[in-house]
């Protein structure tokens, strides 16, 4: 905008494309940190230059972990079980079912879910490392925590035929459908989240 100092104008163009922010929005975001203690903007600032830096994924369950770290502590943890695996579309869906504190085995993110609109297909997840978790850790239950969209259950579809096809001795369950429809994991409730795993159901 012609009126608008350049410094704002970037602000608003750089938050305009996070998801769920609008020209308006971000507008009010970039105006927010600039009005407030410099101090904010630039803990921000500094904070959004560490995610790149400081942060990786974990080469086994693929969730989010330190950059020193070489694993997950929630899969080297021994008090973890190993041999159960809950399935889950992003990294923030295990961290929401871990605040739930019901669940006591470990975790595997895809990475996304299957939507071929978007150009994501199965070989654009993790799954074939999934596939070779169940064979390394001796796997016996592996739980479906996808959302119940669309992408989410033809995501679970797929996995669970693929697993049923190739491992028939494992176990596939799915979240009880405590878990409203097209409610992504993240915005789910403790006790929903608790609900749904203690009354998953088998395919």
């Known amino acids: 905008m012609k009126y608008v100092p350049k410094a704002v104008q970037d602000a608003i163009d750089a938050l305009s494309k996070l998801p769920g922010v609008g020209p308006r929005s971000a507008e009010r975001y970039a ?6 203690d410099a101090r904010i ?3 921000l600032s500094d904070s959004l230059s560490s995610l790149h830096e400081d942060v990786k994924y974990c080469p ?3 969730v989010l972990i330190n950059k020193d770290q070489e694993v997950s502590p929630l899969y080297e943890n021994p008090n973890r079980d190993k ?4 399935v889950v579309a992003e990294p923030f869906d295990a961290i929401a079912l871990e605040k739930a504190g019901v669940f006591k085995g470990t975790y595997h993110s895809l990475g996304g879910l ?4 978007d150009g994501i297909s199965e070989d654009s997840l993790h799954i074939t490392s999934l596939l070779e ?3 390394t850790d001796e796997v016996n239950e592996i739980i ?3 959302s119940s969209s669309v992408e989410g259950e033809s995501t679970a579809l797929y996995i669970q035929k693929l697993v049923n096809d190739k491992y028939p001795d494992v176990t596939v369950t799915r979240l009880a459908r405590g878990l409203p429809m097209g409610t992504d994991l993240e915005y789910a409730d403790h006790v929903t989240l608790g609900r749904a795993f203690e009354h998953r159901q088998h395919f």
Do not use: C, G, Q
């Not at 105006?31 to 407030?36: A, P």
């Not at 299957?114 to 609109?117: E, F, G, Y």
């Open 83 to 86: 041999k159960l695996i809950a």
């Open 133 to 135: 978790r169940i064979e």
């Open 41 to 43: 903007a630039s803990a």
């Open 114 to 117: 299957l939507s071929p609109l």
């Open 31 to 36: 105006y927010f940190l600039f009005k407030n």
């Open 60 to 62: 086994v369950t693929h």
């Open 144 to 146: 479906l925590a996808t």
